[in-house]
């Protein structure tokens, strides 16, 4: 199994950056998908970004040119940078690991975006 836990959440001003981690432990060899999702209240988990280990990126069109999504080197944690937040962005943005017969989520961590 993996494990993953978020840190790096917060309550921050629009226009401002935040930076999100995610450390996995556990079966880390077998990942080759990470991803962020959010879920603002009320509100279906929607994907924001993720990334192979090709490096290949994708992103959501609302985070497009204002996120981004890397790792370290040897796959154990992976970041989501965050630029220009917005209202709009406030959610609990969580990790997830796709590997063989894998599949992991994190517990979650609060972004908050206002003045």
């Known amino acids: 199994q993996v494990q993953l836990v978020e840190s790096g959440g917060g309550l921050v001003q629009p226009g401002e950056s935040l930076k999100l981690s995610c450390a996995a432990s556990?079966?880390?060899?077998?990942?080759?998908?990470m991803s962020w999702h959010r879920q603002a209240p009320g509100e279906q988990r929607e994907f924001v970004a993720g990334?192979?280990?090709?490096?290949?990126?994708e992103y959501a069109d609302s985070v497009k040119g204002r996120f981004t999504i890397s790792t370290d080197n040897t796959w154990n944690t992976v970041y989501l940078q965050m630029s220009s937040l917005k209202p709009e962005d406030t959610a609990v943005y969580f990790c997830?690991?796709?590997?063989?017969?894998?599949?992991?989520w994190g517990q979650g961590a609060q972004v908050t975006v206002s003045s």
């Open positions: 990334i192979r280990r090709s490096g290949t990126a």
């Open positions: 997830n690991a796709v590997g063989n017969n894998v599949q992991s």
């Open positions: 556990g079966r880390i060899f077998t990942i080759y998908y």
